[in-house]
């Protein structure tokens, strides 16, 4: 028997727009991957901040945008 608990990743596409703390910044978009029912609106978001802080090359930022979509048309 198979264990179709487990539920797939689905692929989003985000976009954000964010300043560093010493005023640059910039808008940037990518794919993350998340797990209905493992991952929340919450660490996804979070996931986004960290790629866009390494992008940066901050530790703080303020966002001024954020859309989540699945990545599909």
């Given at each position: 028997m198979s264990d179709t608990s487990q539920t797939e990743p689905?692929?989003?596409h985000?976009?954000?727009t964010a300043q560093a703390g010493d005023g640059r910044m910039g808008t940037f978009d990518g794919p993350v991957s998340?797990?209905?029912g493992v991952h929340t609106q919450?660490?996804?978001y979070?996931?986004?901040c960290q790629q866009v802080?390494?992008?940066l090359g901050t530790d703080g930022l303020?966002?001024?945008f954020y859309s989540l979509t699945p990545n599909q048309i």
């Open positions: 689905i692929t989003y985000w976009i954000m998340a797990v209905p919450d660490s996804t979070q996931t986004v802080a390494q992008l303020t966002v001024f």
